[in-house]
């Protein structure tokens, strides 16, 4: 019913930059949070950064200062600028968000997009 598609990944030098996004579609009434989760090879998921509905963030202490989370709340958009990657941000980024449809409250995920960091 709602659909998650992640864009921007890629290959990288250490210390360069990417810009992730992800777009939802599909029976949605109100979108309340997005984020965007990573998971590395042999570890678990974990939250990287997350926008509420009102705009407030929270970031993984690994990337604050270094990645930014938005939102375009009129196209049901989240980026993730990622600035002065490292080699061990490399992992497969997902996009989640929390969702009103008609059935009540969800949570959807993307396919995930890879990111690799290279030294």
């Known amino acids: 019913q709602v659909q998650l598609v992640e864009s921007g990944g890629g290959l990288v030098q250490a210390g360069g930059s990417l810009r992730l996004s992800c777009v939802a579609s599909?029976?949605?009434?109100?979108?309340?949070?997005m984020a965007w989760y990573r998971q590395a090879p042999g570890k678990e998921r974990e939250l990287v950064a997350a926008?509420?509905?009102?705009?407030?963030?929270n970031y993984a202490d690994s990337v604050k200062g270094r990645f930014t989370i938005s939102r375009d709340k009129a196209k049901n958009m989240v980026y993730l600028q990622m600035n002065s990657l490292k080699p061990e941000d490399t992992a497969v980024y997902y996009c989640?968000?929390?969702?009103?449809?008609?059935?009540?409250?969800?949570?959807?995920w993307g396919q995930g997009t890879q990111v690799t960091v290279s030294s």
């Open positions: 926008i509420s509905s009102d705009g407030s963030t």
């Open positions: 599909g029976s949605i009434f109100v979108i309340n949070s």
């Open positions: 989640n968000a929390l969702v009103v449809i008609k059935t009540g409250l969800t949570t959807s």
